[in-house]
């Protein structure tokens, strides 16, 4: 930094506290540059103030400033003045010149203050500046050359030769720039005009204005200028066409645009607006029905137009501007009105036959009419449709005017007893109108359809002993006539000869409920098949019939009955003799019992009701097998009674008792007795064996006949409904198995022996085999297919038909007929030392 030192001698005294103290002042004189680094050093204080720089420290040597910032700062070990902070002239000083800083140098010891003035020197760091970036100057148009335009000037916050000296202007032909000296403001540029100005030629000129300072290097600043021309009424409006022509359809509606006439006026603001009027040739206002808008110019129909009163409009279009002294133009407009197809044909009905026969041949006239169009030549010419889906034809005339409306086909009322039909006439002109008319047919029922019943055949399951005359069961029968034709009545067919189960029936004629006379018994009567006829009121009347099948469900009516033991009196009562030798298991006889009834209604259950030691007889629950359960000892009673109670499953179970007295007799008197009981027996059998062969005989017989009847009866026709019971033909009265299944809301039940795991029921021939899983199942399944299936239901041979293929659910119940047992034996076991166990025993496994 560059520096002087200028210093100045004086002593004064200053009285305090009795003392005098001697203060001199010298000051020191620095200039340096603005915008330094700080730490920037400016001078040595304490060299050129002289003082010691030994004992520079122990005086305290700083500076003071006179500001709230602290621009400098004295380094106290070496007496340098350092740039504290940031040194911006033009914010220090403004335009001030010079710039000029005062700091105060203090030291102690003894006490001395000295004046130091810095000074600070200017750099170009300010670019001249305008007060906007861009400025519009607005010139008339018809302004003279030589006008003068004053510009505002820019402005250089530094100072000297580094402040503003010039201005420039970008190359031009319009205007150029001229420079004049204001005092305080500095230059002011000015824009003087040099050649005329034309607006509709050039609206707009952009200037570009730069000002410049005399630093090294120069900067510069600018100011975008745009000189906006402004409009004098100097061009009359213009049309872009001198004629318009348009074509419009006659029928066009009111509000239709008909065109835009357009002129354009160079001219702007006002003296650019235009406004339009409509003129006749007598240049008055128009009363032509057309509207014309007068600030855009469009041309709309006001009214509707006709082609026979006028075919040609020719108008004028007055476009004037809004000018101080208006400007205007003429434009000519010619509409031409076209003929087009604006009437619609009518139909007109002439007879009409409304009610229809739905028999009616096909041909039969429904209708006439007569079409008419006020058009003329194509656009007068019609043609008429009905819909193609629509049982019904046109049948048109030879002028064409008139047209008959006649039926293609055959009616079916059940199909659809009311037909709307549309009649369309539409003309031949371009584009064209049609106009419609519709007619209601009713078509008439003829009695042409039977009854229909709901089900075919009908299979119903009645309980044995119902009372006489409830209903037990009902058919319903459809007929698709209405009216009278559509009301049913039903009657039991009892033309078959002979005496029929229709004997004991009766039926209500109205809602066809089915009622017995007479109980049914199942035992006696198991299925029974009849025939219902289902008749309409029409004339003629129609027919139809269904097969009804009823089976008898069997009750628990009937008591289990005691075929062995049986007393000549016919109790049942018996005495058997043994031997007091026989082991344990010994079979003493076995008790038989029938139950005429089947299901578990009929599954017979033994149990021992009396017995005088029960120890030593054991009664098998199922097969009433009475056996001993150890040997007999001296002590043991030469005669022992045992009742047994012979019960059936039914909801309300009915039991038999019999009674069995057994002897205990020795060896020799056992052998006797059973040579005399052989022989009473073997009598008894020879009689039975004759019974048997004679009953054999007669139902082999019914067998045959009721083979050859089922099979015409199934081949004649079908019949939907599945064998209920099968039974085995070794049936010896003991229920000792059942199956219950389920198809639908039906169910159903196999009765039978008992049966082996894996053992199977063959109802029938074509491989229908109802195969019963292991028991230890949980379920099956039973598959029917469309066969012929034969069996025995209660002694009597069914021949049961099904249509379907079903898959029947059998849920097979568990008993306890397994004992557990082991899957190893013997079981094996391995031990290594400490009897650790390595190889366990095999536990017992259930079956």
Known sequence: ALHENTLTDDIRLLFRRGYVSVFLFLSIRYSIQEEVKLGTAVGNVAKDLGLDMGRLTDRNLRVISGTKQDLFKVNPRDGVLLVNERIDREELCVKTAPCITNLKAVVENPLEMHQIIVEILDVNDNSPRFPEENYTLEVLESAIVGSRFQMEGAHDLDAGLNSLQSYKLNHNQYFRLEIEEFGEDGKVPFLILQRPLDREHVAQHWLLLTANDGGKPSKSGTINITVIVSDVNDNSPKCDKQKYTITIKENAPAGTFLLTVNASDSDEGMNSLIEYSLRSKLRRLSSEPFDLNSSTGTLILK???????????????????????????????????????????????????SRIPEDAPPGTVVALMDVTDLDSGVNGQVVCSVPGHLPFDLNPSPDGQSYSLVTKDYLDKETMHIYNITITAKDLGSPALSSTKVIQVDVLDVNDNSPLFTESPYIFYVPENKKAGISICSVSARDADGGENAEVTYSLDRKIPGPTVTSFLNINEADGTISALKGFDFETLKTFQFQVVATDSGTPSLSSNVTVNVFILDQNDNAPVILYPVSSNGS????????????????????????????????????LQEVTDHSLFGLDRYTGQIRTLRSFTETD?????????????????????????VKVVEPKEAFAASDVKS???????????????????????????????????????????TSKYLQETNYDGTLCHSIQYRSGDKRYMLVGPRMSIGSTIVPGSH???LVLPDRRGTSGEVRLEKHCIWGFVGGEFLNVRSQNIKTLSIQISDVNGNSPHFDQTPSEFHLVKDNIVVHTEHSAQPS
């Open 303 to 353: 009214d509707g137009l006709d082609y026979e009163e006028k075919q040609v409009y020719e108008m004028k279009v007055l476009a004037a501007d809004k000018g101080a002294v208006s400007l205007s133009t003429h434009c000519n407009v010619v509409v031409r009105v076209e003929d087009v197809n604006d009437n619609k044909p009518e139909i007109d009905i002439t007879s009409l036959s």
């Open 679 to 721: 022989a009473t027996k073997n009598e008894e059998e020879n009689n039975v064996t004759f019974y048997l062969m004679i009953t054999l005989g007669s139902v082999s017989t019914l067998f045959l006949i009721s083979i050859i009847v089922l099979i015409a009866m199934q081949c004649s026709k079908t019949t939907d409904y």
């Open 767 to 769: 491989a229908n085999t």
């Open 572 to 607: 049942a009562e018996g005495v058997e003799e043994i031997p007091r030798n026989v082991n344990a298991g010994h079979l003493v006889t076995k008790v038989r019992a029938y139950d005429a009834d089947i299901g578990y209604n009929g599954w017979l259950l033994f149990s």
């Open 637 to 661: 009673e030469a005669e022992h009674k045992l009742v047994i109670l012979v019960k059936d499953n039914g909801n309300v179970s009915l039991s038999a008792t019999a009674t069995v007295v």
